[in-house]
Structures are given as C-alpha cells and as structure tokens.
C-alpha cells in the first residue's frame, strides 16, 4: 500500500549551534529556508563605543520593526490627552473655562503643552521619529523584496524529510513524467516553478510580502497626508441668517485657523447664500425635542463669474465645492427689530443673532447695541438693549422657553442709556453688553427697572420718550463651518491601502514545495514530496497533501508485490515422498553394478 499521508516531522534536533549561529537542520536546508521574509537579518555585533559606532547602533534600533511598532503605540496614546483635554485649536473658549475651573492643573498642563498636543514638541517628535523610522524600515525591505522576485526558487534540499510536512510513494511512471506532470500541476496553482536535478522547485505567496510593505508605505501616506492637512489647512466658521451669504475671504469668517504655511491667496473664489432653514422637532415621547428635519436650502456659485446652484445642506451632508466641505453646525433664532431714537429717527433696523443659553430649546440671550443715538432733545447717547428671546414661552415657566419651535416666540427687553465702552479701542463681543458705565431705564416711578416682554408685532417705549424698539418678526439663522484640508484624499487612498495591506499580510501565507522524482532499486520511481512554510502555516500539511492527490492521478502508485503463497501439506508430504523415492533410486543406481542386466533394467 502506498503513502500519500502528509507527515508532519520532529522539530529541532537539540544541541549547540555550531559557528556562525546556524543549527544542524538550518545547514541541512540551506537556501531552502532562507529568504522567506524580506525582514533584514540581524547582527549581535556589539558597535564600538565612539560616536560612528553609537549613530549607526542608534539607526539599527530606529528602524527596526520593533521600534516602528512602539512608536505607533506611542503615537496612538499621545491622541488621548488631546481627546480628554480641550484645545486650543479647537475651542479656545473651552480651554479658558477649564483654566478657570482648575487652576492648580492648569500651570502643569501648559507646561506639558497638553492644551495644543497636536502641535506640542514631544507629540512633533514621536510623529517625526516614527516617519524615519517606518522609511528605514521600508526601503532596504523593498530592495531585497525586489531581489526576491528576480531570483528563482531555490533548489529542493538533500533530504526532504526534515521539512515540516512530507509525503512519498512509488510510482512506476517514468521520473520524467513526474517531474512535467508537478509542473503542470504547480502552473495551475499559480506557483513559481524551477526544475533543478531530479527535483521541481515551486514557491507561491509572494503578495504576503507585497501587503507587508504595502501596509507599512499606506503608513507614510497617512502620516504624509496629516502633515500636508495641519500645514496648509483652512477651517473656519461662519454664522449667517436666512437672506444672508457668506463669501470665502477672510473677512467672511467669524473664527478661522490656519496652517503655518497657509497664504490667504490660495483661498477658492467660491460663495453660498442661505435662502431658507428648516428645522422640526418630535413633540412628544421619549425623543421630544429631537429635530426630525435639519436643513439648510442655500444657493451656491464657484468662482468669481461661477453660475448658481440650489441644493441643500444637512447633518453629515455637507456641500463640497471647490475642494471645500461646508458643514452644518448648529441653528438658532435672529428676531427682526427696528430701533427708533427720540427724534423718530430709524437707527437700527435688521435680524440680532442670539446667543443660545439652552441647547434643548434654544433659549438665547440678546444683546443689541445703538452706538449712535439722539435722545429727544437731539443730544448724541448711547443706547443698549439686553434680554431673551424664546421661543416657546409660558409664563408660569419662567424666563426659559419649553419647546425650540416657533410656537409662542417672545421678546424680552430692558434697556440701558450711556456710554457703551466701543469708543475705547478695545474689542468686544457683540453677545455680551459692558453696563460698567451705562444706567438702567426706570418707569415713571423712578423706582421699578424698566423691562418689556413683546409678540410679534408689539412695540416697546422707552421711558421719557427716549426712542421705541418694535418687534417685527423672527427669521432663523445657521452656522456652518468651512474646511479645507489638502490631505483628506491622501489619508483616505492611504487608509484603504493599510487595510488592503494588512488583510494580504494576516491571510496569505509565503510556502515551498518541493517534488522528487528517482528512479528505484526495483526499476520503480520514487516519488517525494515536502513543502516549507513560514509563520507556522497550519494548512501546509493539507495542501501539500492535496497536491499529492493531485500529482497522484499522473504519477499512480505502483501496485505492491504480492507475497509467496503459503504451501499446502499434503503436496509437501507427496513432494516429500517423491523426493525420498527420488533418492533411493539414485542411491541403488549409484551402487548397482552395470554389468547386471537385471540391475541396469530396473535402474
């Protein structure tokens, strides 16, 4: 009976690694198994302690894989302080609230640069270290890899039952047969072939490295393309009520960051105008007040003569123009007012942005400045007007609307009168009203402060006729953000290309297989098979196995000698007696005298 199991054999036979740190089986393999990876070989020499000896320790250890993996874990960890503590490249204001709220951390934080991590030293260093470190990794890898593909598979070694995983039979086709027909077979299975001597080499699995590399190059596309998103990156935001438009100019922005080598001439001529927001929300159950519809209908045109086009703003649908993406942030409320001084003269008439006090029902606090007013007698004054505005509200609920919709808009004011402290040079926020030096309008008490609560329409005197302030309706506003990061389609092809990468190198597996064809003592050929894997590659011994099967269907196994039939007694006995009968006559014919013609007749 032939053997077709594939065998798996013993490991490492124990000893001392002879010179050269070579065991008895890796000598017996040879070239056989070697090469199966591109990682370099490395050296224990042990480098001399001057300084060209110290550099060229310190590049081994920089570029070896170990250390390019630490210094992704590194790079990866070195994220979460920027995610648990807030930035100022994202949220100055955040930042400032937590410096106030902690002021014992806030000394230690600065000096660990924790609240700009992104752009801190120790964070530049990791980023820059493992950059170096993956190309040194990378570019000697590629050029033995290359090496590897213009060379041959190496010849199969001189005892094939050391490898891992081993099979043979006799076969009484010619050696030749079987040498073409495992080609053949190894053709079909996409192997790389070389005939050497009485043996076939194959090898397949070279995409394994291919993904090993490729893997490790998406790596420097990604770090590539964060680098070339952080130094030329535009992001900024931009508020702007219904009828409103916004124009990609610097001017344009409310806040807006840059990278360092940012110029304002590279700005896309580009512009959009918010023609109507619309926003509804669940008015009941478990998810009341959650927006069912959150959309912003803008018109938009791309560069300066560029024509216009409709089309619609959502979360996480953000408009892409002119390698732009404009975001939809948040929405609020701008109520329509006109303001008249004592003379009747209009002084300020428009939309006012609030400031949203209250994310669930935007309640927002309103602040309105009148710079330049006139009180009744024509004398110059500086006016100021601070309140809420709600959306929803019922009066027993206090000064906070109960819903964000639109169902019981009001307004409430109280004014002020002086000097607004705009005239000083120094800037301020347009949300927030210095009272530092103003006074508070009273009613004709001279006791009571004086404050109005309006509707739609209502109309607001202030007292000694100092001017009115009407309420004429409510437009809605959004913000949006606009960013332009010149990496985002590097970082994207370079994550696609790690996961390809990864996927070939975790699922491919780089493998051997050798076939022998000799020509027996007993004129059969015998027929070896073995294969060679690397990373311990379970499936070895059953694929090895299915080639066998396979090249068993050109190669046969020989039919095994059959054994002497076992003699039957009785012709033994017959064959006995014969025999002895045999030899009595031989013995009377040898002693009977051939003279005697009687003795001669019966001999």
Not at 508 to 523: K, L, N, S, T, Y
Request: hydrophobic fraction near 40%.
């Amino acid at each position: 009976m032939s053997t077709t199991d594939t065998d798996t054999a013993p490991g490492k036979e124990a000893g001392t690694p002879p010179e050269g740190g070579a065991t008895a089986e890796e000598r017996e393999l040879g070239a056989a198994g070697s090469q199966l990876s591109t990682a370099p070989a490395e050296e224990i020499n042990v480098p001399s302690l001057g300084p060209l000896g110290w550099a060229r320790w310190f590049w081994r250890q920089l570029t070896s894989m170990r250390v390019a993996l630490l210094l992704l874990l590194l790079l990866t960890l070195a994220t979460i302080p920027g995610s648990l503590v807030p930035q100022t490249s994202i949220d100055q204001l955040k930042v400032q609230d937590f410096q106030k709220r902690h002021e014992t951390l806030t000394p230690i934080y600065e000096k660990l640069q924790l609240f700009h991590v992104y752009s801190s030293v120790w964070f530049s260093a990791i980023y820059l270290l493992l950059f170096i470190s993956l190309i040194g990794c990378i570019v000697p890898r590629t050029w033995q890899f290359i090496g590897q593909l213009r060379g041959r598979p190496p010849a199969a070694p001189r005892r094939l039952t050391r490898l891992p995983a081993y099979t043979t039979w006799r076969s009484e086709a010619e050696p030749e047969q079987v040498l073409a027909a495992a080609r053949k077979i190894m053709k079909g299975r996409r192997f790389r072939i070389e005939t050497s001597g009485d043996a076939v080499a194959a090898e397949k699995g070279y995409l394994r490295e291919v993904g090993n590399l490729l893997f490790h190059t998406a790596l420097i596309v990604l770090l590539v393309s964060f680098a070339a998103g952080q130094l030329w990156k535009t992001e900024g935001s931009s508020l702007i009520t219904e009828g409103g438009g916004f124009s990609n100019s610097l001017t344009q922005y409310d806040d807006i960051k840059t990278g360092q080598l940012f110029n304002s001439d590279d700005l896309a001529p580009f512009g959009f105008q918010l023609d109507r927001f619309t926003a509804t929300y669940e008015r009941s159950g478990p998810q009341m007040r959650t927006p069912r519809t959150f959309r912003a209908d803008v018109s938009y045109w791309d560069g300066a003569d560029g024509a216009s086009h409709k089309t619609s703003i959502k979360v996480n649908e953000p408009l892409e123009i002119a390698g732009y993406k404009v975001f939809l942030l948040n929405h609020g409320y701008s109520p329509v007012v006109t303001i008249r001084d004592g003379k009747g003269d209009v002084v300020h008439q428009g939309p006012v942005v609030g400031l949203p006090i209250d994310g669930a029902n935007l309640t927002e606090s309103m602040v309105i400045k009148v710079p330049d007013y006139r009180d009744k007698n024509g004398k110059k004054d500086q006016i100021g007007f601070q309140g809420q505005f709600l959306p929803t509200w019922v009066r027993s609920k206090g000064m906070f609307s109960v819903f964000p919709a639109l169902d019981n808009p009001t307004l409430v004011l109280t004014a002020y009168h002086g000097s607004l402290g705009v005239d000083g040079g120094t800037p301020q926020s347009v949300y927030q009203l210095d009272k530092s030096r103003m006074k508070q309008f009273l009613e004709p008490d001279g006791k009571t402060k004086f404050a109005r609560a309006l509707k739609v329409g209502d109309t607001m005197k202030l007292p000694n006729g100092a001017g009115t302030l009407s309420f004429d309706g409510v437009k809605e506003w959004a913000s949006f953000q606009i960013s332009h990061k010149p990496g985002d389609q590097g970082a994207l092809i370079g994550a696609v290309a790690a996961l390809v990468g990864l996927a070939a190198s975790l699922f491919i597996q780089r493998r051997r297989v050798w076939v022998r064809a000799v020509r027996g003592d007993d004129g059969t050929t015998v027929v070896e098979m073995a294969g060679l894997g690397r990373s311990e590659y379970a499936k070895l011994p059953e694929e090895l196995a299915d080639l066998a099967v396979r090249l068993q269907t050109d190669a046969p196994p020989a039919p095994e000698a059959e054994p002497d039939p076992e003699p039957d007694r009785n012709s033994t006995e017959d064959s006995a007696k014969e025999s002895t009968e045999d030899s009595t006559s031989e013995s009377a014919s040898d002693t009977a005298d051939p003279a005697d013609p009687a003795e001669g007749a019966r001999a």
